[in-house]
């Protein structure tokens, strides 16, 4: 049986990510069709990179959610696939999204996340991960999240929340409905936000998820978060 091909639109956010961009832009264009750089004005060659490796750029104020929600507005795509500039997911990630969305009541998903380059702690980091995703249903937006345009835009977006924002919108998405996890297919993610203090940073992002799960509002946590974000 064929599987219809959906319109996919990729959005990156970005801010000061002139090394990173064009290699993202590259890896993106052979899963979306088309690709969507949202820039936070940075104040280095991101823009110009972008455009040159042939993304359309969208300039919005600095904030990952409200450049995601900018990035949203600006697409085409009946699917939205959100990506950060250190994330690939390789061109077989296509075929699996219009796999798991042929289901019509697969509202979107993420895929099995690996940190890169392999050490122990990006082992570490991305079997917790899995584990996590798989037993608890938690994830974030670093694993490649792709969701039906009219489910985003029922679920409000990501707003303009200054850390979490994607974990909130996560579980409103896994509130709504079935959401698929493809393991089969994984998308790699640098260890940079890690590599030199795995231990502090798995103790500060744990807290961050319990702590807003509490009802600490994201304007404070984002004091904590700042540091690693």
């Not at 409200?66 to 600006?74: S, V, Y």
């Not at 050490?119 to 570490?124: E, K, P, Q």
């Not at 303009?160 to 998405?173: C, K, N, S």
Request: proline share 4%; charged share 25%; aromatic share 8%.
């Amino acid at each position: 049986m064929s599987l219809e091909r959906i319109r996919l639109s990729a959005i990156i956010p970005t801010w000061c990510e002139a090394d990173e961009i064009a290699g993202a832009i590259r890896a993106a264009a052979q899963v979306a069709d088309e690709v969507i750089v949202v820039d936070a004005s940075s104040p280095d060659e991101t823009a110009d990179r972008a455009r040159s490796a042939g993304a359309r750029v969208v300039t919005a104020p600095k904030g990952r959610g409200p450049q995601l929600d900018a990035g949203a507005r600006a697409a085409a795509g009946e699917v939205l696939l959100f990506l950060h500039a250190d994330v690939r997911l390789p061109a077989a990630g296509r075929a699996a999204i219009d796999r798991a969305l042929a289901d019509s009541e697969v509202l979107g998903g993420n895929f099995r996340l690996v940190f890169t380059p392999t050490s122990r702690w990006s082992r570490v980091f991305s079997a917790a991960n899995d584990l996590r995703r798989r037993a608890l249903s938690i994830y974030y937006g670093d694993s490649a999240l792709f969701v039906r345009r009219r489910v985003f835009e029922d679920l409000g977006g990501f707003g303009e929340l200054p850390v979490m924002e994607d974990y909130a919108f996560i579980r409103r998405l896994e509130a709504a409905g079935r959401t698929a996890y493809i393991r089969d297919v994984e998308v790699t993610a640098s260890s940079r936000r890690f590599a030199a203090a795995p231990i502090r940073t798995a103790v500060i992002w744990g807290l961050m998820q319990g702590l807003y799960s509490s009802g600490v509002p994201a304007t404070v946590l984002s004091r904590i978060y700042a540091d690693i974000r």
